[in-house]
């Protein structure tokens, strides 16, 4: 037992979340008579391991123990969100995540727009587009460049059928890629929305030049063009 603990902190540390698994799992097992922070400690740890393995499952129940045992530990309230949020149990995560955002400072901006982003998926998830948003854009307000988010706003807004927006958050993320043939398929993609969806040729056939300067020599889209 006494030498399981340093092993199960060594793996934890390397990320070899199968070999930490059985142990973390028999210092759980055998923690009733140590200090409450201790057992708080070995359940955190245990949680952690077991979401690394996608053990969702037993990772909430180790986390729910943790909780039990200190009521304010942060690490623990994150994993428990971050848990719930995997198992589709929207209001668990809500909850917590909600907690998270008002642990965190204001210069923790990386993780503020990462929460903000859980919130709007959450939201989206439970049918609330409007919140969503609100917290998509809370999130987009902290990092201009999130991915994650983007890409969100660009679903949402697709399942409105607002398609002025959708064209609006692909020209975002179109301003985070460098990559030619890439920036070609969605200058392709904004394009084919705006004459398809708005019936806006002006606004398609702009995004068709622009995509048409990176291969002047395709012909699929010479052809949309001469339409």
Same mark, same amino acid.
């Given at each position: 037992?006494?030498? &399981?603990?340093?092993?199960?902190?060594?793996?934890?540390?390397?990320?070899?979340?199968?070999?930490?698994?059985?142990?973390?799992?028999?210092?759980?097992?055998?923690?009733?008579? *140590?200090?409450?922070?201790?057992?708080? *400690?070995?359940?955190?740890?245990?949680?952690?391991?077991?979401? &690394?393995?996608?053990?969702?499952?037993?990772?909430?129940?180790?986390?729910?123990?943790?909780?039990?045992?200190?009521?304010?530990?942060?690490?623990? $309230?994150?994993?428990? &969100?971050?848990?719930?949020?995997?198992?589709?149990?929207?209001?668990?995560?809500?909850?917590?995540?909600?907690?998270?955002?008002?642990?965190?400072?204001?210069?923790?901006?990386?993780?503020?727009?990462?929460?903000?982003?859980?919130?709007?998926?959450?939201?989206? &998830?439970?049918?609330?587009?409007?919140?969503?948003?609100?917290?998509?854009?809370?999130?987009?307000?902290?990092?201009?460049?999130?991915?994650?988010?983007?890409?969100?706003?660009?679903?949402?807004?697709?399942?409105?059928?607002?398609?002025?927006?959708?064209?609006?958050?692909?020209?975002? $993320?179109?301003?985070?890629?460098?990559?030619?043939?890439?920036?070609?398929?969605?200058?392709?993609?904004?394009?084919?929305?705006?004459?398809?969806?708005?019936?806006?040729?002006?606004?398609?056939?702009?995004?068709?030049?622009?995509?048409?300067?990176?291969?002047?020599?395709?012909?699929?889209?010479?052809?949309?063009?001469?339409?």
């Amino acid at each position: 037992e006494d030498a &399981a603990l340093p092993l199960v902190t060594e793996y934890v540390a390397t990320q070899q979340w199968a070999r930490a698994e059985p142990l973390a799992e028999l210092l759980v097992k055998k923690s009733g008579k *140590r200090e409450r922070a201790e057992q708080h *400690r070995l359940q955190n740890t245990f949680g952690k391991v077991l979401a &690394a393995l996608d053990k969702n499952e037993g990772a909430i129940k180790a986390y729910q123990s943790a909780h039990h045992l200190d009521l304010t530990d942060q690490e623990t $309230i994150r994993g428990l &969100a971050d848990v719930s949020f995997k198992l589709g149990d929207w209001a668990g995560s809500l909850t917590n995540y909600q907690k998270v955002l008002t642990a965190l400072g204001e210069e923790e901006a990386e993780e503020r727009a990462t929460i903000y982003y859980k919130l709007g998926c959450i939201k989206q &998830a439970q049918g609330q587009a409007k919140q969503a948003i609100n917290n998509f854009e809370k999130a987009l307000g902290i990092d201009p460049a999130h991915q994650a988010t983007l890409d969100a706003m660009v679903a949402v807004y697709e399942s409105l059928k607002d398609y002025k927006q959708v064209c609006n958050y692909k020209r975002q $993320i179109l301003d985070n890629v460098v990559d030619g043939q890439q920036r070609f398929k969605m200058l392709g993609e904004i394009g084919d929305i705006w004459v398809d969806k708005e019936n806006n040729l002006p606004k398609g056939v702009e995004a068709f030049e622009e995509a048409l300067e990176l291969e002047p020599q395709n012909h699929v889209l010479l052809h949309k063009l001469l339409q």
